[in-house]
């Protein structure tokens, strides 16, 4: 590969990591943000909640445009929108304020997804697996980094300075994202019908790799909305240690996934994205019946691993097939990828706090279960 080309493959792999570590930072301390500046608990959620109400409709917007006018423009202004979000994240006086902090944020992290991923697409080549997965790989780390960090800095430091570090971070991407070359993907615009006929082509791939999608994330829903709840004074003595077993569980699936995410993606392909959907299918479920079948914290983090190489499975294979498409419906199927993210976790999340209340085997084995709604992936392209 020559010199260009490596330094863009690395410019891509930290805007990957920069441009998910600030929405990775947030979740684990937004609502607690929230009331430090006065939020009722009810309100707090609300806020924490209002990022994904606004950041549905903005990511269909945000896929088009992205197909519209570029993926390197959408890059650039969604970086730098993130960038100046998170900074009067610092700077907010009021919760109403962090709540309009919250819908800017949605509206230019909305952008950089789906351009980040179209271009990853992009700059491929013949090994689509393998360069999807090293270039998403940074986006797992980010996530483990990101919620792992935001407790113990916010605590050590306060939310002023690292809300700032982090803009600077993201900053840094955004102008990184300036240097990257022009692409003949960018001119790939042919209207709104152009969309359409694009999906329309390529609508198996597309609707497996949506349903792969919302299979993964209805499944994290669960178990961020009902794991922590359910085995709090059952597995743990209390709410902080349960709390802290799942977020722990969490950040080393995305740590598993970053390393798998490489792997997959050089068995997907020598033999297909097909197996990787049927073992990562196999790992989500045995990640979860494990801790079913025996109840511990050790057997609970242990099905975190496991699940981390479904996860990564899940994740790619559902990246290559949305994204095989012509591209000028590229932006506007990963856009939609990045829908379903949010409302997997939106159905998720409720569901699993209502299993909680019957105890924390109901959570797990559900959890289990709903991976398993992808062998319909593999029947359906199959016929």
Do not use: C
């Not at 998170?86 to 919250?102: D, G, K, N, P, T």
């Not at 479920?285 to 996860?311: C, E, H, R, Y």
């Not at 993210?341 to 939106?346: E, F, K, R």
């Amino acid at each position: 590969m020559a010199k260009s080309g490596r330094l863009e493959l690395l410019i891509m792999a930290f805007i990957g990591f920069a441009g998910i570590l600030d929405t990775s930072f947030m979740i684990p301390i937004i609502a607690l943000y929230s009331e430090s500046l006065g939020a009722s608990k009810a309100e707090a959620g609300f806020i924490a909640g209002f990022y994904s109400m606004v950041a549905i409709p903005a990511s269909i917007a945000a896929g088009i445009l992205v197909d519209r006018l570029g993926r390197k423009k959408m890059l650039v202004v969604g970086l730098l929108w993130d960038s100046l979000s998170v900074l009067l994240y610092s700077m907010v006086a009021s919760s109403f304020q962090l709540l309009i902090v919250r819908g800017l944020h949605a509206i230019g992290g909305s952008l950089v997804y789906p351009a980040f991923i179209a271009r990853t697409r992009e700059i491929s080549g013949e090994r689509v697996g393998y360069s999807v997965g090293r270039l998403l790989a940074p986006v797992a780390l980010a996530i483990t980094l990101g919620t792992a960090s935001a407790g113990f800095l916010t605590y050590m430091l306060g939310y002023r300075i690292p809300f700032i570090a982090l803009s600077l971070i993201i900053l840094l991407a955004g102008i990184l994202a300036l240097t990257l070359p022009e692409r003949p993907e960018e001119r790939s615009w042919r209207g709104l019908k152009g969309v359409v006929e694009g999906i329309r082509e390529a609508s198996p791939s597309v609707i497996s790799g949506l349903w792969l999608i919302i299979v993964l994330y209805v499944t994290l829903g669960i178990i961020v909305g009902g794991l922590a709840t359910s085995i709090s004074g059952v597995v743990v003595p209390g709410e902080r240690e349960a709390r802290l077993l799942t977020g722990t569980g969490v950040s080393l699936s995305s740590l598993v996934a970053a390393v798998f995410l490489v792997l997959n993606g050089l068995v997907s392909d020598k033999r297909g994205v097909k197996l990787v959907i049927l073992y990562s299918i196999a790992a989500s479920t045995l990640g979860f019946i494990l801790p079913a079948a025996v109840l511990s914290p050790q057997t609970i983090l242990l099905g975190f691993i496991v699940f981390g190489i479904g996860l990564a499975g899940f994740l790619l294979s559902s990246t290559i097939l949305v994204t095989n498409v012509s591209a000028k419906a590229r932006g506007t199927t990963v856009g939609l990828q990045q829908v379903l993210n949010i409302v997997g976790i939106a159905v998720g999340a409720p569901a699993g706090g209502l299993l909680a209340a019957m105890g924390p085997h109901h959570v797990l084995i559900v959890a289990a279960l709903i991976p398993l709604l992808a062998i319909s992936v593999l029947v359906y392209s199959g016929s």
